[in-house]
């Protein structure tokens, strides 16, 4: 038995499903939900630059760099010598550190529209916090979401097993990218916030880019319903824009959630606000034993110098390289397949492939060829990854595709 078979035997004796949370599947999508096959790699080493290590000692490139929070690289040593100097004067003080306030002018000054920062840990933290501040200024309950969205662990937004309909019961969902849809739900009844990620990013759907004038009328339907506009850009903050997809995309945002990539790693995450929303923002009592981790959020300003509008343009670089790569080596083979989503945030997606089997097979082809990559949820470029990393990615891509042709998959 391998090592990492050993360790999963032992982690199924004593973690629920040996693998918890979205780490356990292999696709999450309506009504599809596999775990991983066993030949998948399970439990990770160590890691460095855009390569993770298994328990068996097998290396890949990793294009899901975390679910999102690796950015710079594993083990990037600019980010990991603040976390480090910083923990040396303290992790969890009493009392906020000065950091907290060099990070949330660092943010504010490069977030347009926004005039103050709160942290937390965790994309739903920060969405949570965010849903607070748009009820205490709004005065209203209800809420507007997208269909197949991910915010976080909010039982007023999941679904599922140990969810229950009471806690939905203030929540309606509508299609994104289609604004009168939005009008209807906002004035339909009062509507405390309009939570919306700045692009469809669906896991296991292929990904739609805003349609020009979308976000102009989704500003224009909030501000006529007086519902506030929560832009949750957890997954994709930072690394379409410096100044988070918002600015991207020309949104004028209320209230801007950010976590994953904004410390390299480490556990943070911003809300953002505008000026009209600090007495909102003053009067809730939100909070965490552990918010204003102070390591993360020097690591948090260490990544932002990195971070600057070069960057964000090598990583569409190298997501187009791999996207038109893979979309070629699939067309010359007779295989539909997809990219869809911004370059740097690429989601790959066979046609007719409902159950996801292609899309299984691909992975697990690549995953033995040394490149990790998930068969339904969007990837992840990041600063550690070369152009040469990609053609091997796409090396082995041919090889994972020609394989699976020959299986009849
Ligand atoms: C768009 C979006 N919002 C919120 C979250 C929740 O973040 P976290 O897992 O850090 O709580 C996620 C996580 O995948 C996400 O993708």
């Known amino acids: 038995m391998s090592e990492g078979s050993a360790i999963l035997a032992r982690a199924r004796a004593r973690i629920p499903g040996g693998v918890f949370g979205h780490r356990r599947s292999f696709a999450f999508v309506d009504g599809v939900m596999r775990g991983l096959p066993e030949r998948y790699p399970h439990f990770i080493a160590r890691a460095h630059g855009c390569r993770i290590v298994d328990a068996d000692g097998a290396e890949y490139i990793d294009l899901l760099c975390g679910y999102g929070p690796m950015i710079s690289g594993y083990g ?34 490069r977030t347009p529209g926004s005039a103050w920062a709160a942290f937390s840990l965790s994309g739903t933290d920060s969405v949570g916090l965010a849903l607070a501040v748009a009820r205490a200024h709004t005065g209203r309950e209800a809420l507007v979401v997208a269909h197949g969205a ?6 007023s937004m999941a679904f599922g097993s140990g969810r229950i309909d009471a806690d939905r019961q203030r929540t309606r969902w509508i299609r994104w990218g289609d604004p009168e849809e939005a009008r209807a739900a906002l004035e339909r009844e009062p509507v405390a916030a ?73 556990p943070a995450a911003a809300t953002l606000g505008g000026e009209r929303l600090r007495a909102a923002a003053e009067a809730i009592f939100v909070s965490g034993t552990f918010w204003g981790f102070a390591p993360a959020l020097a690591a948090a300003l260490a990544n932002l110098e990195l971070l ?5 343009r090598v990583m569409a670089a190298l997501g187009r390289r791999l996207g038109d790569g893979l979309v070629a080596l699939a067309a010359a083979r007779g295989v539909g397949l997809t990219v ?38 969007n990837l992840f470029l990041s600063l550690a990854h070369q152009p040469g990393d990609i053609d091997e990615i796409l090396e082995a891509a041919e090889a994972a595709l020609d394989e699976l042709l020959e299986a009849g998959r």
């Open 76 to 109: 990037r040593a600019e980010v990991d010598a603040a976390f480090a100097a910083q923990q040396a004067r303290g992790v969890a003080y009493s009392l906020p550190s000065t950091i907290e306030v060099e990070l949330a002018e660092a943010l504010v000054a």
């Open 194 to 266: 309009l939570v919306l990620c700045p692009y469809d990013q669906q896991v296991g759907a292929p990904n739609h880019l805003p349609p020009p004038g979308y976000w102009a009328a989704i500003r224009r339907h909030c501000d006529a319903s007086g519902a506030l506009l929560v832009v949750d850009d957890v997954r994709s903050g930072l690394r379409l824009d410096p100044r988070g997809s918002a600015a991207h995309f020309g949104i004028d945002a209320d209230l801007i959630c950010l976590s994953k990539a904004l410390a390299n790693g480490y």
């Open 340 to 377: 869809s989503g911004p370059p740097a945030l690429p989601l790959l997606r066979f046609a007719e492939d409902p159950a996801f089997d292609r899309g299984c097979a691909l992975a697990e082809g690549l995953a033995r060829r040394g490149v990790l990559i998930h068969p339904t949820h």
């Open 150 to 155: 991910w915010h976080g662990n909010h039982t």
């Open 308 to 312: 600057d509008a070069a960057a964000c």
